[in-house]
């Protein structure tokens, strides 16, 4: 038998939404290696482990680029 487990969910009631490294640096304008280093610094929280070789952040917990400002 296989347990049905129930999709996390934001503090406003919506299924939260897994970004990789890749999608955050994209959204944030720098490589993945400065994601990794944001993480490493503590400015990220640590990145959530999908699978083997795969990590990703809750969309909810990282922060969104300034309007025109780098981090």
């Known amino acids: 038998m296989s347990a049905k487990t129930a999709s996390p969910t934001a503090q406003n009631g919506n299924p939260r939404k897994l970004v990789s490294r890749k999608q955050l640096a994209e959204r944030l304008g720098v490589s993945e290696r400065t994601i990794m ?3 490493e610094s ?3 929280p640590p990145p959530v482990r999908v699978g083997q070789r795969r990590v990703g952040h809750w969309e909810d ?3 969104r ?3 025109g400002h780098s981090l």
């Open 37 to 39: 280093r944001l993480e």
């Open 42 to 44: 503590g400015y990220l």
């Open 61 to 63: 917990t990282v922060p």
């Open 65 to 67: 680029q300034p309007n």
